[in-house]
């Protein structure tokens, strides 16, 4: 008969008795303790959930597949969604590599799906000092600033009644699905790529919101809407991607109701330092190449583009503090860790079996980030503004 493994001290089936260490204890079809048994205060007791071996060694195999298999709801989608046919090949620059898994950039979302649910929020997040930044929450704190802000903007407008929100390159649906359980707004997400739009519309229907939460292929650059059709419009970090702003400005602005209410937030170039030496200049090269962001605005450079897209600007914040000099200080905690060629390696090895992503990949990513956020090149910003109602 196969041995019997009794469960130790931290089991979740112990009893009110139990070992006077957390070791196990193997007896055999007997009850006759195995030599190598640790000794106990008590062999059994009732009510005690004991495994036999072959038992036991199932679950170590179904942990170690639950754990491959955590990768899988990745590799599935890429195998399985509309993108794996329509991207087959990627580009420096190309966005439907990056957020099809065709792009070896890609490689840094996996390596953050360990901590972060990468299906779901591709935003950096937003964290105040003291909290943990490396969790879905932090994307979520950031969705909430955003919508907070837009909602007051919009308790003051003449659409308080029609709670419509469009979102503007809505990725993999995590914020669209979050402004409907906590909000309760109806939204419509656009998004340019197969794989995102696929994947949000996947989500929707898993977290039970569809079709109050729907999804669709589009251009930000030229929306498939009618003018004027939602009182809310909102794109999260996505104008990072689009490769002429004040077009999507003025989209977002086309759609939008007179009176509605807009908000959004992305990366911000901080042009003296950005251009201060040629130095200077490859850096910030380097870090729109791993990103695949063709430019970015600055901070003054937007709200000009957001006074001739017709908008009132309400509000703006820069936000560094509370996004990317943490993920500054996270960076150089890799790359220091990095510096160990035994650590390097055997985490590289890990991290192909835990999720399929190149470390080298994710390496030359995080480099490129840190050297220019260091210097103070990126910023982040929020923005809030209304469409003025029609004279």
């Not at 979302?109 to 930044?133: A, F, K």
């Not at 109050?212 to 970090?237: D, H, K, Q, T």
């Not at 309400?314 to 936000?319: C, D, L, T």
Request: net charge positive; aromatic share 12%.
């Amino acid at each position: 008969m196969p041995g019997l493994r009794m469960p130790g001290l931290l089991s979740p089936w112990r009893g009110q008795v139990g070992y006077s260490c957390i070791r196990e204890i193997f007896v055999d079809g007997s009850g006759c303790k195995k030599r190598n048994a640790p000794e106990p205060f008590f062999v059994r007791w009732p009510g005690t959930r004991i495994l036999t071996r072959t038992r036991a060694r199932k679950t170590r195999k179904t942990r170690k597949h639950e754990i491959q298999n955590s990768k899988l709801k990745i590799q599935h989608s890429m195998k399985t969604s509309p993108a794996a046919i329509k991207n087959p090949t990627w580009s420096v620059g190309d966005v439907h590599g990056q957020y099809s898994y065709r792009n070896p950039h890609a490689d840094l979302y996996l390596y953050l799906s360990q901590w972060s649910d990468m299906e779901s929020y591709l935003n950096v997040g937003y964290s105040r000092p003291g909290q943990y930044h490396l969790h879905v929450n932090t994307h979520l704190r950031l969705i909430n600033r955003l919508a907070d802000g837009l909602l007051d903007l919009h308790a003051r407008g003449p659409h308080t009644g029609d709670r419509r929100l469009l979102d503007i390159a809505s990725g993999r649906g995590g914020a669209a699905i979050h402004a409907r359980r906590r909000y309760g707004l109806h939204v419509t997400g656009v998004d340019i790529t197969p794989y995102n739009a696929w994947r949000a519309t996947q989500n929707a229907r898993d977290r039970q919101v569809w079709p109050n939460v729907r999804f669709s292929m589009g251009n930000s650059l030229r929306l498939p809407l009618p003018a004027a059709s939602f009182p809310l419009v909102w794109s999260i970090e996505s104008p990072a991607h689009f490769p002429d702003k004040p077009v999507f400005l003025r989209e977002a602005a086309r759609v939008l109701k007179p009176g509605g209410a807009f908000t959004f937030a992305d990366l911000l170039v901080v042009e003296e330092v950005a251009a201060a030496s040629e130095e200077n200049r490859q850096i910030y090269a380097d870090f729109l190449r791993v990103w695949d962001v063709p430019y970015l605005e600055s901070f003054d450079s937007y709200r000009r583009a957001i006074a001739e897209a017709g908008l009132e600007l309400r509000r703006a914040e820069i936000v560094t503090r509370c996004n990317l000099d943490i993920l500054n200080r996270d960076c150089a905690i890799f790359l220091w860790l990095s510096k160990w060629p035994w650590l390097y390696r055997t985490y590289a090895r890990y991290l192909k079996w835990r999720t399929g992503a190149n470390l080298d990949n994710v390496y030359e990513h995080v480099l490129a980030s840190h050297r220019a956020l260091r210097l103070g090149m990126i910023d982040y910003g929020l923005f809030w503004a209304v469409k003025p109602n029609s004279t």
